[in-house]
């Protein structure tokens, strides 16, 4: 195990919550309990919360004032914004991502995140698998056979991102990533998480590790941001993203005929049920 200068900040863990007062001590308990060789931090973005999440973690902060620190907003900045604030405020050489309503089961999770990209330059982030779990913690889901996983830029782009949640994110936190936060059209995606893997594969020309180990928890809930959203709804989340992504990615030859196949395995029955004709012509036209 390699052992770093105890003077320098390894990991910022950024951290963005939203009135998730039933989960966030578990999230931050989950951050204490990491043990590396290593000095991290905890950064947390709290986007004007009002059900009382912001005095969990003022009482968090009067018990570790030199281990993490609160970024409050004055007033709900949504969660993009919440996110480029809290970004900006983390100083570590790495990013470890988490939000307010999930948490890591792994003490060690860091210190094997951080020794793999030390290890492994070729990398952008490591991620690892996830089991995902009901509001009283029952797992609903979590792969019984974890395998080692890689993921380019074209593989995202073609929505392979398998085993990447945000709980799981470790990425060097470098301008070639955070660049995606000055693009106008950031603010007009949904899942933000997956534009920023999929620009951070895209600007670095690097990828993706998987880790095979079960290392955190997914949330499903009726206030989160994605698991508690109806099914039509989300559809149209994804098919906006997906027309985002193609036009402000570039891609060429056979990725063109992928995302075309993507589209029309996906969304283009949803589509026309819908009588979107204009759309769907549009959307295959501009792949063609």
């Given at each position: 195990?390699?052992y770093?200068d105890?003077e320098?900040?390894?990991?910022?863990?950024?951290?963005?919550?939203?009135?998730?007062k039933?989960?966030?001590?578990?999230?931050?308990e989950s951050?204490?309990?990491q043990q590396?060789n290593?000095?991290?931090?905890?950064?947390?973005g709290?986007?004007?919360?009002?059900?009382?999440?912001s005095e969990?973690?003022?009482?968090?902060?009067e018990?570790?004032p030199?281990?993490?620190?609160?970024?409050?907003?004055?007033?709900?900045v949504g969660?993009?914004?919440?996110?480029?604030d809290?970004?900006?405020?983390c100083?570590?050489?790495?990013l470890?991502?988490?939000?307010?309503?999930?948490?890591?089961?792994?003490?060690?999770k860091?210190?094997?995140?951080?020794?793999?990209?030390?290890q492994?330059?070729?990398?952008?982030i490591?991620?690892h698998?996830?089991r995902?779990?009901?509001?009283?913690?029952k797992t609903?889901h979590v792969?019984p056979n974890?395998?080692p996983?890689?993921?380019?830029?074209?593989d995202?782009?073609?929505?392979k991102?398998?085993?990447?949640k945000?709980?799981?994110?470790?990425?060097?936190?470098?301008?070639e990533?955070?660049q995606?936060?000055?693009?106008p059209?950031?603010f007009?995606?949904?899942?933000?998480?997956?534009?920023?893997?999929?620009?951070?594969?895209?600007?670095?020309?690097r990828?993706?590790y998987?880790?095979?180990?079960?290392m955190?928890?997914?949330?499903?809930?009726?206030?989160?941001?994605?698991?508690?959203?109806?099914y039509?709804?989300?559809?149209?989340?994804?098919?906006?993203d997906?027309n985002?992504?193609?036009?402000?990615?570039?891609?060429r030859g056979?990725?063109?005929?992928?995302?075309?196949?993507?589209?029309?395995?996906?969304?283009i029955l949803?589509?026309?049920?819908?009588?979107r004709i204009?759309?769907v012509?549009?959307?295959?036209?501009?792949?063609?």
């Open positions: 195990m390699k770093y105890k320098d900040l390894m990991v910022s863990v950024c951290c963005t919550t939203y009135n998730q039933q989960f966030i001590t578990q999230t931050v951050f204490l309990m590396t290593f000095q991290f931090e905890i950064v947390i709290d986007d004007y919360s009002t059900d009382g999440t969990v973690l003022k009482s968090f902060i018990k570790y030199a281990k993490i620190k609160v970024i409050s907003a004055g007033k709900n969660p993009y914004q919440n996110m480029i809290t970004v900006k405020a100083k570590g050489k790495y470890a991502l988490c939000d307010g309503d999930d948490y890591w089961t792994d003490p060690h860091l210190q094997k995140q951080v020794d793999f990209l030390e492994n330059p070729q990398y952008i490591c991620c698998y996830t995902v779990v009901d509001t009283e913690g609903i792969d974890p395998l996983l890689v993921h380019s830029y074209h995202l782009l073609i929505g991102q398998e085993e990447t945000t709980a799981t994110v470790v990425y060097h936190n470098i301008p990533v955070h995606l936060f000055q693009k059209w950031y007009d995606c949904f899942a933000a998480d997956k534009l920023l893997k999929l620009y951070a594969t895209f600007n670095t020309g990828k993706i998987v880790m095979p180990e079960v955190s928890c997914y949330r499903v809930h009726v206030s989160g941001l994605w698991s508690g959203i109806r039509e709804a989300r559809m149209e989340k994804m098919i906006s997906f985002l992504i193609i036009k402000q990615f570039s891609y056979i990725q063109k005929k992928r995302l075309l196949l993507l589209y029309i395995k996906r969304y949803f589509e026309m049920g819908r009588l204009r759309k012509y549009n959307t295959v036209k501009y792949l063609l």
